[in-house]
Nanobody, 128 residues
Framework: QLVESGGGSVRTGGSLRLSCAAS????????LAWFRQAPGEERKKVAG????????YYIDSVEGRFTISQNKAENTVTLQMNNLKPEDTAMYYC????????????????WGEGHFAYWGQGTQVTVS
């Protein structure tokens, strides 16, 4: 089970921190990710992190503004979002695969939503 928190409404240039708490599975070699879905659009990848080495992947539009990280002890994954823009407005979802996953597949961003077995319920981010 994955449970997101931390969404909200902010002004352009503001920051938000999303968290995702995982429970019920204990795979070590996971790829964890954040996706987002804007109204009328498909769900799209945003960032990913390979659990064993914490290596990361970002789409170009968030590189340098967003940071994905994990706390292995607490089994949480976080998305720190800075310098938010209106085009970041979307429902944000965290996702985890079943593992084990090859590292370069995760950190290279070669995955889509079909790769992930576990999903959170989503948290809304609105930037105006």
């Amino acid at each position: 089970q994955l449970v997101e928190s931390g969404g909200g409404s902010v002004r352009t240039g503001g920051s938000l921190r999303l968290s995702c708490a995982a429970s019920g599975y204990t795979s070590r070699d996971n790829c964890l990710a954040w996706f987002r879905q804007a109204p009328g659009e498909e769900r799209k990848k945003v960032a990913g992190i390979y659990k064993p080495g914490s290596t990361t992947y970002y789409i170009d539009s968030v590189e340098g503004r967003f940071t994905i990280s994990q706390n292995k002890a607490e089994n949480t994954v976080t998305l720190q979002m800075n310098n938010l823009k209106p085009e970041d407005t979307a429902m944000y979802y965290c996702a985890a695969d079943r593992g084990p996953t090859v590292g370069h597949y995760c950190r290279g961003g070669f995955w889509g939503e079909g790769h992930f077995a576990y999903w959170g319920q989503g948290t809304q981010v609105t930037v105006s």
